[in-house]
Structure formats: structure tokens, C-alpha cells
């Protein structure tokens, strides 16, 4: 796939989750990942996370690994294992996906830095699939997530996510 069509696909799926959660600023729908010149708001990078969680529904590790710059560290949450390149984010979603995630926010913390930059930390949990038995289960965790916007894409940058310590 290349950059464009990434871009464009990426602009689409935005502005769909946007407009679906009725997110407007200043009267008007918000405009895909470059979302103008100015800050982001907090809804706007709140649909980041639901970018991504979406992402994980088209069960394709290639389109994950896509959200996150070609330098990200993912610091994984069922993985001891430091991600710190393309293949190696590819590698852990290969795994992750097998087990049909479905992630949802519990608690969440948006820090707007500037123009380019954001933070999202907080708690979530995943409904976990096991593939064999069909079995479900959650995993509670802790997040952040760094973006930054390259090229006119928001991407993320630093994904930490580790399980919750007390279950």
C-alpha cells in the first residue's frame, strides 16, 4: 500500500469515526488526521484510540503496525518483548489479533502539547477471544500513547501498555 493510499485511507476512517461520535468544532465537522493547523481537541485525539481500536477489528497487523511511525517503540501488554521497528509491531499484532481484541477505554487523560503532539494515558481493557475454545476473557491494563503528526498524519510514536498489577 502505498503512503498516499495510506493517507487517504487513513482520512477516511477518521473523518467516518468522527462524524459518528458526533464530535464538530466550531460548528463543523472535523477534517481527517491533519485536523487544520491549530491544537487537536481532546475528542479529536480521544477518535485516535478509536481509530486504532477499529483497526484491530480488520484483523490485519500490516494496517496496525501503519498507525505508528517507522521509528514507534510498543512497549506491548501481552509481550515482554520491546517493539522498536516496523517488522517487530507486525510481529507482535500477528499474535495479539489472533485472539480477536476488542479494546475499550475505561479512564482516560489527553494532554494537547502543541500543534503536533499528544498524549493519551489512562486504563483500558481487551475482550480477548481464545481461538482454539472460543473462550473469552479481559485483560485490564494501563496505557499512553504519544503521537505526532508526520506529514499531515497523526501517528503514534510510543505505546505503552502493560496489565493491571492487581488483576
Given at each position: 500500500?502505498?503512503?498516499?493510499?495510506?493517507?487517504?485511507?487513513?482520512?477516511i476512517?477518521?473523518?467516518?469515526?468522527?462524524?459518528?461520535?458526533?464530535?464538530?468544532?466550531?460548528?463543523?465537522?472535523?477534517?481527517?488526521?491533519?485536523?487544520?493547523?491549530?491544537?487537536?481537541?481532546?475528542?479529536?485525539?480521544?477518535?485516535?484510540?478509536d481509530?486504532?481500536?477499529?483497526?484491530?477489528?480488520?484483523?490485519?497487523?500490516?494496517?496496525?503496525?501503519?498507525?505508528?511511525?517507522?521509528?514507534?517503540?510498543?512497549?506491548?501488554?501481552?509481550?515482554?518483548?520491546?517493539?522498536?521497528?516496523?517488522?517487530?509491531?507486525?510481529?507482535?499484532?500477528?499474535?495479539?489479533?489472533?485472539?480477536?481484541?476488542?479494546?475499550?477505554?475505561?479512564?482516560?487523560?489527553?494532554?494537547?502539547?502543541?500543534?503536533?503532539?499528544?498524549?493519551?494515558?489512562?486504563?483500558?481493557?481487551?475482550?480477548?477471544?481464545d481461538?482454539?475454545?472460543?473462550?473469552?476473557?479481559?485483560?485490564?491494563?494501563?496505557?499512553?500513547?504519544?503521537?505526532?503528526?508526520r506529514?499531515?498524519?497523526?501517528?503514534?510514536?510510543?505505546?505503552?501498555?502493560?496489565?493491571?498489577?492487581?488483576?
Amino acid at each position: 500500500m502505498t503512503r498516499r493510499s495510506l493517507s487517504k485511507r487513513v482520512a477516511i476512517v477518521t473523518t467516518t469515526a468522527v462524524l459518528a461520535v458526533g464530535t464538530v468544532a466550531a460548528g463543523a465537522a472535523v477534517a481527517g488526521p491533519g485536523w487544520g493547523a491549530g491544537k487537536p481537541s481532546k475528542n479529536q485525539v480521544a477518535g485516535l484510540f478509536d481509530q486504532w481500536n477499529r483497526t484491530l477489528q480488520t484483523g490485519d497487523p500490516e494496517k496496525v503496525a501503519d498507525l505508528y511511525a517507522s521509528d514507534a517503540v510498543l512497549l506491548p501488554t501481552v509481550s515482554n518483548q520491546v517493539r522498536a521497528d516496523h517488522a517487530a509491531i507486525v510481529d507482535y499484532f500477528e499474535h495479539f489479533l489472533a485472539n480477536k481484541p476488542v479494546g475499550k477505554k475505561i479512564e482516560t487523560h489527553i494532554n494537547v502539547l502543541d500543534n503536533n503532539s499528544v498524549i493519551d494515558a489512562g486504563t483500558y481493557q481487551f475482550t480477548l477471544t481464545d481461538p482454539e475454545t472460543g473462550e473469552k476473557s479481559v485483560v485490564k491494563a494501563r496505557y499512553t500513547y504519544a503521537y505526532e503528526k508526520r506529514g499531515g498524519e497523526w501517528l503514534i510514536v510510543n505505546h505503552h501498555s502493560s496489565k493491571m498489577p492487581e488483576g
